[in-house]
């Protein structure tokens, strides 16, 4: 009985460490059949992901087709946002995909095998055409390429003129859906345009007791000497370039009278602000000459900066305001030879009216006198601007000392004046087309000045030996220059 139960034992042992090498063998042979199997789902999947060699990504424009033609033929086409661009199925080997609206977007064919047989990435951007049309009408002679990021229109390339850099910005912001549009245009032969600028402070006083009226010389008035009244010295003429009515000085005109003769040749308003600041009836106030390139901005700033105290939560703090007289413009040389410009001069200076104590500092106010117009003149040309008045009220006191200090009878030895002042601001602005010009050209007063020894002073009375003849500024003015002609900073 034992040995039964042991070779029973024995049996079962046996039987179980077959069953047991059995298993192993039927693992084995199942991890060999999955190990195979493995490449050749990753070859399927590898197959399924793999893309037609000539497919790369696709640029559409909205409204705008594409016709694929397919190797084999497809049983299913996929595209994964059909409101970017949607399909049209011809043939299983033709397919016709168009863009219907701004995006991206993904569209694949698959044959009978579900494998893939060309798929792309599809970008849909806005219509360009119509502006490249009208780019290529209105500007023919320039080589500008208008392609678009995202909602923008980039426009790139070369033009001859600001003015064409200007027009086909103006042509990508009406024939395009958006309005942001990056001018990365550059211009072949960039003008630059001095700026000089005098701004100048009046009484008026002053004025109407010589008898000088601004608007009337800026608006077509009468220039005046006395009780008799001259012949007007603007007059309206018609300018050729535009066939607009316009304005200009008259000159060579001479005005007779019993009590002599005046001559306006050549009347210029800077010569008047001389006249005017040498016998102390004006008083020029800054006089900055900026130059820039067509179509960038330039700025001028005389003045200072002056402490506020602001509270915060660690106490006072300071920022600093800016006051003085600055200048800020932008030109922009036509085709025409004109100067199209946008000015924006002010004047601001430290007051006492309506200033503010803070923790007992007294914080000043800024009183402001500011101009900003966009005009069109020649080079050379001048324009005023006038009207900013400010008023200010002196009082003056005079006392003896001690008695006018006595309450009440104080009075009697103290006498106060109240002066009212009403000053006007006065900016005259003329523009140059100027262009660079070699540094051995450019000459100072002091070249080639000699100081004379004592042998020379004394003897032949020489004070000083004159140098070289200096750079001066042209000064004409009138209607646009003809082409070809430059105004500005020439050399004799």
């Given at each position: 009985m034992i040995r039964f139960r042991s070779y029973v034992a024995g049996v079962c042992i046996y039987l179980g460490f077959s069953l047991i090498a059995a298993s192993?063998?039927?693992?084995?042979?199942?991890?060999?059949?999955?190990a195979s199997a493995v490449p050749a789902l990753a070859n399927t999947a590898d197959a399924g992901r793999r893309v037609d060699a000539d497919a790369t990504p696709l640029a559409l424009e909205i409204n705008k087709g594409l016709l694929i033609r397919l190797d084999r033929p497809a049983s299913?086409?996929?595209?994964?946002?059909?409101?970017?661009?949607?399909?049209?199925?011809?043939?299983?080997?033709?397919?016709?995909?168009?863009?219907?609206?701004?995006g991206e977007t993904s569209f694949y064919a698959v044959d009978d095998d579900d494998r893939v047989i060309y798929g792309a990435s599809v970008s849909v951007i806005q219509n360009l055409s119509r502006l490249r049309t009208a780019i290529a009408q209105l500007l023919p002679d320039t080589r500008i390429t208008v392609s678009a990021?995202?909602?923008?229109?980039?426009?790139?390339?070369?033009?001859m003129s600001p003015l064409e850099a200007d027009t086909a910005?103006?042509?990508?912001?009406?024939?395009?859906?958006?309005?942001?549009?990056?001018n990365r245009l550059s211009i072949l032969q960039p003008t630059q345009v001095n700026l000089r600028v005098r701004i100048a402070e009046v009484s008026r006083n002053v004025l109407k007791q010589i008898g000088f009226n601004w608007e009337g010389g800026l608006f077509g008035?009468?220039?005046?000497?006395?009780?008799?009244?001259?012949?007007?010295v603007v007059r309206t003429v018609r300018d050729t370039a535009t066939n607009l009515p316009t304005r200009e000085f008259i000159v060579n005109e001479t005005v007779s009278s019993i009590f002599g003769s005046i001559t306006t040749g050549n009347l210029d308003l800077n010569y008047a602000i001389d006249a005017l600041d040498q016998e102390g009836f004006l008083r020029v106030l800054a006089?900055?000459?900026?130059?820039?390139?067509?179509?960038?901005?330039?700025?001028?700033?005389?003045?200072?900066?002056?402490?506020?105290?602001?509270?915060?939560?660690?106490?006072?703090?300071?920022?600093?305001?800016?006051?003085?007289?600055s200048l800020d413009f932008?030109?922009?040389?036509?085709?025409?030879?004109?100067?199209?410009?946008?000015?924006?001069?002010?004047?601001s200076d430290l007051s006492t009216a309506g200033a503010l104590r803070i923790d007992g500092i007294a914080v000043p106010s800024i009183s402001t006198r500011r101009a900003e117009t966009t005009i069109e003149l020649g080079s050379g040309q001048s324009f005023a601007i006038a009207g900013l008045l400010q008023n200010r009220t002196v009082q003056d006191a005079r006392k003896v000392p001690g008695l006018g200090d006595i309450p009440i009878l104080g009075a009697l030895f103290r006498s106060d004046d109240f002066r009212r002042e009403e000053t006007e601001l006065l900016i005259v602005v003329t523009p140059y087309v100027?262009?660079?010009?070699?540094?051995?050209?450019?000459?100072?007063?002091?070249?080639?000045?000699?100081?004379?020894?004592?042998?020379?002073?004394?003897?032949?009375?020489?004070?000083?030996r004159p140098g070289l003849e200096a750079a001066r500024l042209s000064r004409e003015s009138g209607r646009a220059l003809a082409p070809g002609q430059r105004a500005g900073f020439q050399l004799p």
């Open positions: 192993l063998i039927v693992v084995g042979l199942a991890a060999t059949a999955l299913d086409v996929f595209i994964a946002n059909p409101k970017v661009a949607d399909i049209q199925v011809k043939s299983p080997r033709l397919i016709y995909l168009f863009g219907t609206a701004q990021i995202g909602d923008m229109v980039v426009l790139s390339g070369h033009v910005v103006r042509l990508a912001q009406s024939l395009s859906d958006t309005e942001e549009v990056m008035g009468s220039f005046g000497i006395g009780a008799f009244t001259g012949r007007d006089e900055p000459n900026l130059t820039a390139i067509t179509g960038e901005n330039a700025n001028f700033l005389a003045g200072g900066e002056f402490p506020v105290p602001v509270p915060n939560l660690n106490g006072i703090g300071i920022e600093y305001r800016a006051f003085g007289i932008t030109p922009t040389v036509l085709d025409t030879g004109r100067i199209s410009m946008r000015v924006r001069p002010e004047v100027v262009r660079p010009v070699d540094d051995r050209m450019i000459v100072l007063p002091t070249d080639g000045f000699t100081a004379p020894g004592d042998a020379d002073r004394y003897l032949k009375d020489q004070r000083w």
